[in-house]
C-alpha cells in the first residue's frame, strides 16, 4: 500500500512552547488527510480533516486556534500544537486519501508528543 | 456511520484460525464494513473492507451476514505478530469533505499466544 511518513516520531518540549509535526504522503497526492490523537489505552480520535488548499474541518470540541493545519500541498500537511501544555501530551497520527479512491486510506505511524 | 459492538478482547493460539466478531445492527445501505489494526504505538493498518459479499485478501477474509447487521474477520492462520487492537468501522463511501471519515471506537484486542 501507499506509505505516509511523519516527523517527528517523537518530540518532547516545555509548556508553552509551539510544536509542529509534518505529515507527508511518499507515492501518492493527498487530496484530504486527516489527524487523529490516541490518549494512552484509548482509541483514535479525529481531530480534524484537511483537504488540500482549503482550511481544515475540525470536529466538536477541538481548538482550531490550538491545533493549526495547514494543507498546503497534494504531499504535506502540517499539524502546529500551539502554546502546548502537559494535557497535549498525545499521540497524534495522520492519515491521507487520494481524490476519488474512497477506499484507500492510509495511516502514518504517529508523533510521540510529550509536553513537560 | 453506524456504530459498531465488538467484544473488548479475545486471544487465540498461534497458528489457529482468530474469528473476531463485529456488530453493526444500524448499518445503512450503502455503508462498507472496514477493518484495520493497530499494533502497539504505531499507526493503524489497513486489513480489508467490504460491502455485503465475503471478501478475501492476502491478511484476511470478511464474512458479513446477508443481513449485513454482523460480520467477522478472519485470520486463518494466526502469528504472534497478529497481537493487534483490532477496529471495524463502518463508513459511507463518498466524496466531499464530511463523508468518508473513520471513526474508531474501541476496538478487540488480539492476543495471540504460542
Known amino acids: 500500500g501507499a506509505v505516509v511518513s511523519q516527523h517527528p516520531s517523537r518530540v518532547i518540549c516545555k509548556s508553552g512552547t509551539s510544536v509542529k509535526i509534518e505529515c507527508r504522503s511518499l507515492?501518492?497526492?493527498?487530496?484530504?488527510m486527516f489527524w487523529y490523537r490516541q490518549f494512552p489505552k484509548q482509541s483514535l480520535m479525529l481531530m480534524a480533516t484537511?483537504?488540500?488548499?482549503?482550511?481544515?474541518?475540525?470536529e466538536q470540541g477541538v481548538e482550531k486556534d490550538k491545533f493549526l493545519i495547514n494543507h498546503a500541498s497534494l504531499t504535506l500537511s502540517t499539524l502546529t500544537v500551539t502554546s502546548a501544555h502537559p494535557e497535549d501530551s498525545s499521540f497524534y497520527i495522520c492519515?491521507?486519501?487520494?481524490?476519488?479512491?474512497?477506499?484507500?486510506?492510509?495511516f502514518g505511524p504517529g508523533t510521540r508528543l510529550t509536553v513537560l | 456511520d453506524a456504530k459498531t459492538t465488538q467484544p473488548p478482547s479475545m486471544d487465540c493460539a498461534e497458528g489457529r484460525a482468530a474469528n473476531l466478531p463485529c456488530n453493526h445492527s444500524?448499518?445503512?445501505?450503502?455503508?462498507?464494513v472496514y477493518w484495520y489494526r493497530q499494533i502497539h504505538s504505531q499507526g493503524p493498518q489497513y486489513i480489508i473492507h467490504?460491502?455485503?459479499n465475503n471478501e478475501t485478501n492476502e491478511m484476511a477474509s470478511l464474512i458479513i451476514t446477508e443481513d449485513r447487521k454482523s460480520s467477522t474477520l478472519i485470520l486463518p492462520h494466526a502469528t504472534l505478530r497478529d497481537t493487534a487492537v483490532y477496529y471495524c468501522?463502518?463508513?459511507?463511501?463518498?466524496?466531499?469533505?464530511?463523508?468518508?471519515?473513520?471513526?474508531f471506537g474501541q476496538g478487540t484486542i488480539l492476543t495471540v499466544h504460542p
Open positions: 444500524t448499518i445503512s445501505g450503502n455503508e462498507y
Open positions: 484537511s483537504n488540500e488548499g482549503s482550511k481544515a474541518t475540525y
Open positions: 492519515s491521507a486519501r487520494e481524490r476519488q479512491a474512497y477506499n484507500e486510506q492510509f
Open positions: 468501522i463502518v463508513r459511507i463511501n463518498a466524496g466531499g469533505t464530511s463523508y468518508g471519515k473513520l471513526t
Open positions: 507515492d501518492f497526492q493527498a487530496t484530504t
Open positions: 467490504g460491502l455485503k
